[in-house]
């Protein structure tokens, strides 16, 4: 039926494991922290749904206000009392669950699923459900993000009493990383109370195992990825994880839309991480920034183009191809700069790199929001060979303070960074075959860019006024709301 509903009363929970400022792991944190308010701003009545994480900062835990009616989740073959406590995050209502005798990993995310280390993540899923109760709020949308809250469309289909709820709520569920799936065992799913039929293939059955996301994908009324290229790549055996049978069969609920990133917050304008700050109109302080980032690395100021790497150092994110670059990179006279955590091998490698070429090759292991900020602002080029990239926001983040990216054509990268070599408006420099010898061509086509001034220049400003703010994209999520709840009519979008 075709009903009118003015945007402005629609009502969507986000439930995600990430949200900046309270707590952020990667992207999903940026999104989760940014998206919600920019679908405010619409019109919309979107607020979000988090963990109480025990590792959440005290200061910041001092501002939220426990509510006073208690949440009775079952699991089992018993009820956990819990608690919601409630914040605002620059005007976005924010409910957190704490459950009694049950804490979340300290850490966010497990480090291996069990019937354990699972639970809190059940138990939280139903207290979504749950949450009107004590927020005395209805949202017609539950919008879950990668598998840590898929199981909340999984409950609403075959659970063996919520999903009597399942009428009054529709859901989406946001892919931001194909690569994290939620495995686990069966019998570590039975106790949560999911009906015998979920264990199919047409179900939660993976392998002989559970796999959380895949059925979130199957109970799910929509599904997004964080870019459209992505949303068809994962439909291919190349990319798709396991999940592109899956996802092939279920593509007509399947769409792409681009990630924005908070153009408040990263604004090299007003940024407080900044020596000195600048806008497309007057760039050249830019110049102060890139002279405050040498002297962090405890080098002198000169000419050599700056390279930048920031990220977790994970095989997804390219580092192979990064570090057999590395040698050649020093011996093109450029700088190298990376901050990073993740996998040993690399931070044990790029630590001896920066070992063997000490004038050229900067390495900070861990996470370093300071440092970040710094070197998106006084880097020259950003590297990025991603093997795949769901959306990437490095890259946004980059373009906007006016570094050059340099990416491997997948995913987001290749929706978002426009090639100089093949337009007046090119942001960047793409390669698509996963080599080395790939990527140093890039990078040997970006040097010759840079060698010529006004060139080099024309192609900051492209990147400085391509608009990867939220604007359009929370529209796309809008239409979709309004198309989940049988809205015909979004002329106005
Ligand atoms: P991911 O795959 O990790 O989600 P994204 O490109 O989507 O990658 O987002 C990464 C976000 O995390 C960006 O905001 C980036 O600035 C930040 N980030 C990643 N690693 C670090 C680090 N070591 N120090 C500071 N910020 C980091």
């Not at 409630?86 to 019937?115: C, H, M, R």
């Not at 979504?128 to 919008?143: C, D, G, Y």
Request: aromatic share 12%; glycine share 8%.
């Amino acid at each position: 039926s075709i009903m009118s509903l003015p945007i402005d009363k629609i009502k969507v929970l986000h439930i995600a494991s990430e949200m900046h400022p309270i707590v952020k792991k990667g992207g999903l944190g940026d999104v989760v922290g940014s998206l919600p308010k920019a679908l405010r701003e619409l019109g919309i009545d979107s607020r979000v749904f988090l963990p109480m994480y025990p590792s959440i900062d005290e200061n910041v835990k001092r501002t939220f206000k426990r509510m006073p009616y208690k949440l009775y989740l079952p699991l089992e073959w018993r009820v956990f009392p819990a608690f919601l406590w409630k914040t605002d995050v620059q005007g976005v209502p924010v409910y957190l669950l704490e459950i009694e005798g049950v804490p979340f990993p300290a850490d966010v995310y497990p480090s291996n699923l069990n019937l354990n280390t699972i639970k809190p993540f059940f138990l939280f899923s139903l207290a979504a459900l749950e949450l009107e109760k004590s927020a005395r709020w209805h949202p017609q949308i539950f919008h879950l993000h990668d598998w840590p809250t898929s199981q909340v469309a999984i409950a609403l289909k075959w659970h063996m009493y919520y999903s009597s709820f399942s009428k009054s709520y529709d859901t989406v569920l946001t892919i931001h990383n194909l690569a994290h799936q939620g495995i686990i065992q069966e019998t570590d799913l039975m106790p949560w109370g999911i009906s015998k039929e979920a264990f199919s293939i047409d179900g939660l059955e993976y392998y002989g195992m559970i796999n959380l996301l895949k059925g979130g994908i199957i109970a799910s009324d929509a599904i997004t990825t964080v870019s459209p290229r992505y949303s068809w790549e994962i439909q291919t055996k190349e990319y798709g994880m396991g999940l592109d049978g899956v996802l092939k069969k279920y593509n007509s609920k399947l769409r792409g839309i681009l990630n924005g990133i908070d153009y408040s917050y990263w604004n090299p304008m007003t940024d407080p991480f900044l020596p000195a700050h600048y806008d497309i109109d007057n760039i050249s302080p830019k110049k102060e920034c890139r002279k405050a980032l040498l002297a962090r690395c405890g080098w002198g100021e000169d000419h050599l183009p700056v390279l930048i790497y920031i990220g977790r150092l994970v095989e997804q994110k390219g580092i192979d191809l990064l570090l057999y670059s590395i040698e050649s990179i020093v011996g093109h006279g450029c700088r190298l700069i990376v901050v990073g955590e993740g996998n040993e091998v690399y931070e044990q490698s790029l630590k001896e790199a920066s070992a063997q070429f000490p004038a050229n090759v900067f390495v900070k292991i861990g996470y370093d929001e300071e440092l970040a900020h710094l070197m998106y602002a006084g880097g020259d080029m950003l590297i990025m060979p991603s093997y795949f990239e769901p959306c990437g926001l490095i890259q946004l983040i980059a373009m906007r303070y006016g570094t050059v990216p340099i990416c491997r054509a997948v995913g987001g990268l290749a929706d978002t960074v426009i090639d100089a070599d093949t337009a007046h408006d090119g942001t960047g420099f793409l390669f698509s075959h996963y080599s080395s010898e790939a990527l140093l061509h890039a990078i040997g086509r970006a040097l010759g860019a840079w060698n010529s001034p006004e060139l080099w220049n024309q192609i900051v400003r492209n990147c400085m006024s391509a608009d990867f703010s939220w604007s359009r994209s929370s529209r796309e999520y809008a239409k979709l709301y309004l198309e989940l709840l049988g809205v015909s009519d979004f002329r106005s979008f």
